[in-house]
Nanobody, 116 residues
Framework: VQLQASGGGLVQAGGSLRLSCRAS????????MAWFRQAPGQEREFVAE??????GTTYTDSVKGRFTISREKNTGYLQMNSLKPEDTAVYYC????????????WGKGTLVTVSS
């Protein structure tokens, strides 16, 4: 499966952005999808994931209540509200077949910059 993320940009603190991750090359229905991010000078960190059915979601504590992960057909989304400067990072979407293993499929990142 190939993944393509989009939707990044420059936004002021308190603003919103929606990232999209389009999957192609294989049916996406059986894949868990996730978002990770990497800020300058820092390691990549997990942000959120959603199960193949869409019924289960998990978030890192720092984005709970502000970000929402969702999916529809072959596209995953990350709705980001109340953005903070510390959310500035390159955001990557990732996928794994099934659940509980490693994410073996990665898209190119999309840059999100939040100004104060």
């Amino acid at each position: 499966v190939q993944l393509q993320a989009s939707g990044g940009g420059l936004v002021q603190a308190g603003g919103s952005l929606r990232l999209s991750c389009r999957a192609s090359g294989h049916s996406f229905r059986s894949y868990t999808m996730a978002w990770f991010r990497q800020a300058p000078g820092q390691e990549r960190e997990f942000v959120a994931e959603i199960t193949s059915s869409g019924s289960g979601t998990t978030y890192t504590d720092s984005v709970k209540g502000r970000f929402t992960i969702s999916r529809e057909k072959n596209t995953g989304y990350l709705q980001m509200n109340s953005l903070k400067p510390e959310d500035t990072a390159v955001y990557y979407c990732a996928a794994q077949k099934g659940y509980g293993g490693q994410f073996g499929y990665w898209g190119k990142g999309t840059l999100v910059t939040v100004s104060s």
